[in-house]
């Protein structure tokens, strides 16, 4: 028969082969996500006002008076 492979699975924030945690460190390594995250905030209150003006435009649109012959709209 063949070989039996014995995998050891391991998990590495618990494990002193991937060292010591440094909070500092971390922090250092990571900053840049801090700019992404306000980054894509920004853009999504962008895309929040913008969503915002098209639906007062909608709204406009539909609050539109009837047409010149005298039907409504919705006839």
Request: proline share 3%; net charge positive.
């Given at each position: 028969m063949g070989k039996s492979v014995n995998?050891?699975?391991?998990d590495p924030r618990f494990d002193d082969l991937s060292g010591r945690y440094n909070a500092k460190m971390f922090e250092e390594n990571y900053e840049f996500i801090k700019d992404i995250k306000e980054r894509e905030k920004k853009e999504l209150e962008k895309e929040l006002e913008h969503v915002g003006e098209n639906e007062k435009t909608k709204k406009k649109k539909t609050n539109v008076s009837p047409a010149k012959d005298g039907k409504s709209r919705k006839e």
């Amino acid at each position: 028969m063949g070989k039996s492979v014995n995998l050891h699975h391991r998990d590495p924030r618990f494990d002193d082969l991937s060292g010591r945690y440094n909070a500092k460190m971390f922090e250092e390594n990571y900053e840049f996500i801090k700019d992404i995250k306000e980054r894509e905030k920004k853009e999504l209150e962008k895309e929040l006002e913008h969503v915002g003006e098209n639906e007062k435009t909608k709204k406009k649109k539909t609050n539109v008076s009837p047409a010149k012959d005298g039907k409504s709209r919705k006839e």
